[in-house]
T-cell receptor, first 113, second 112 residues
């Protein structure tokens, strides 16, 4: 079983559309994250939730809205997609908010045309 | 595939040699440091971590060294294997909330 799974793996869409990426972890972890990796491989945190509570909210446009229905799921919804949103988005989880050992999903490559 | 024009720092080593990947971090208040490995098409994978009250930590075939005086971190891989080929990232944590700041990454290429 995949520990951190995210869907879809690839997403190609037009500017202005709204899209969602889903993430689920079956590790029983308390903390989940969304990271964005750009074309230069630079990884930057976007959000983090601990037991469904938002604990990290980096400076991202408010077109990006995370939702955590329970501690095993953290979804990312993006409104009014722009060309600059094209990137690989990684979901991750960790046992708690103290450890730096994050378990990453395989990534969702978003291409905005 | 890879992006056109992507130029990560690259380290090329012969199979069986030792590799040393270096990282300079920015914040002297960082209390915790981690190394991640990212293979092509996959998510980053945790390798080893070290807290700021230590200067060395060893794992299986890997050693992390921390020099807080010059804000430098290194990852040593012993007897490098083809499976070690990947992009390696250092990350530092400053403050609460487990916010990790990742470095730019180093591409390790293992030549047979």
């Amino acid at each position: 079983d995949t520990a951190v799974s995210q869907t879809p793996k690839y997403l190609v869409t037009q500017m202005g559309n709204d899209k969602s990426i889903k993430c689920e972890q079956n590790l029983g972890h308390d903390t989940m994250y969304w990271y964005k990796q750009d074309s230069k491989k630079f990884l930057k945190i976007m959000f983090s939730y601990n037991n469904k509570e938002l604990i990290i909210n980096e400076t991202v446009p408010n077109r990006f809205s995370p939702k955590s229905p329970d501690k095993a799921h953290l979804n990312l919804h993006i409104n009014s997609l722009e060309l600059g949103d094209s990137a690989v988005y990684f979901c991750a989880s960790s046992h708690n908010r103290q450890t730096g050992e994050l378990f990453f999903g395989e990534g969702s490559r978003l291409t905005v045309l | 595939g890879e992006s056109v024009g992507l130029h990560l720092p690259t380290l090329s080593v012969q199979e069986g040699d030792n590799s040393i990947i270096n990282c300079a971090y920015s914040n002297s208040a960082s209390d915790y440091f981690i190394w991640y490995k990212q293979e092509s098409g996959k998510g980053p994978q945790f390798i080893i971590d070290i807290r700021s009250n230590m200067d060395k930590r060893q794992g299986q075939r890997v050693t992390v060294l921390l020099n807080k005086t010059v804000k430098h971190l290194s990852l040593q891989i012993a007897a490098t294997q083809p499976g070690d080929s990947a992009v390696y990232f250092c990350a530092e944590r400053t403050g609460g909330g487990n916010k990790l700041t990742f470095g730019t990454g180093t591409q390790l290429k293992v030549e047979l």
